[in-house]
């Protein structure tokens, strides 16, 4: 991912302001935006461009906010690929996790840049918003739960409002398990205890997001990876 320059210029200052919040939230900073697909994905694909007001969902230490930070810089200061969609610029970004080490590192590095909220996602306050991002969270919390949060999204969405969700696609045989195992030693070394997964076949998702009145299409979202990720990305007519 890093190859492209844009993109390796783009990680480096997203990243750069987790120098605040110790060397690990630094250095695991750099590594996520190097090796995760969906971060060049969301700026490539033009999938927030014009959003105002961004809701993250799960959102960690705030790569997000960020990376749609160093973006709104590059292209204030003339360095924006030119066959890319303008970057979003959002007025308000809120970020929730229910992890309170990640809320304390996001706000030591981006200060102002967001407004992180340490809280677990079916129970927080959503307010309104344009936009709303759930990367790789929802298969941690049950299927009734899982549709809660969904719903709760769709009212807090305006019109013409858009959902980006990762998930891993439960029908995609060796990639699928190994999404799943790394969630699971990942939930591990952060909770300390094995967590149950909730995972859905890619179809089933959209036919959940299709019911609640969205248009739907999937990106594959696992290039430079063994996993079996897809991005969802749901528009309100």
Partial sequence: MSADPAVAALIE?????????????WHFARGKLRGDPAFA?????????????????????????AWLQA?????????????WP???????????????????RARAALGAAGQFVHG????VDYGPADAIVI???????????????????RAALGAHGVLLMR?????????????????????????????????RPVRE???????????TRSLPMSAGTPFANVLLVGRLP
């Avoid at 677990?120 to 129970?123: L, M, P, V």
């Avoid at 998702?205 to 248009?215: K, N, S, V």
């Fill in 41 to 65: 994905a969301i700026l490539r694909e033009g999938l927030l461009t014009g959003s105002t007001c961004v809701l993250d969902l799960g959102c960690g230490q705030g790569l997000l906010a």
């Fill in 135 to 153: 990367l790789d969270v929802l298969h941690f919390i049950d299927y009734a739960a899982q549709e809660a949060v969904l719903r709760r999204a």
């Fill in 167 to 199: 998930v891993a696609d439960a029908e995609a045989g060796l990639g699928f398990l190994l999404s799943t195992l790394v969630d699971r030693l990942v939930a591990l070394a952060r909770r300390r205890r094995l967590l149950k997964l909730f995972c």
């Fill in 13 to 25: 200052a997203a990243s750069a302001p987790y120098r605040r919040a110790g060397r690990f939230a």
């Fill in 205 to 215: 998702w959209r036919a959940l997001l299709t019911q609640l009145g969205f248009e």
């Fill in 71 to 83: 973006a709104a810089v590059a292209r204030r200061a003339g360095s924006w690929p030119r066959d």
């Fill in 120 to 123: 677990d996602i079916r129970h």
């Fill in 86 to 104: 303008p970057p979003p610029d959002p007025a308000r970004l809120t970020g929730v996790d229910v992890n309170a080490s990640e809320v304390a």
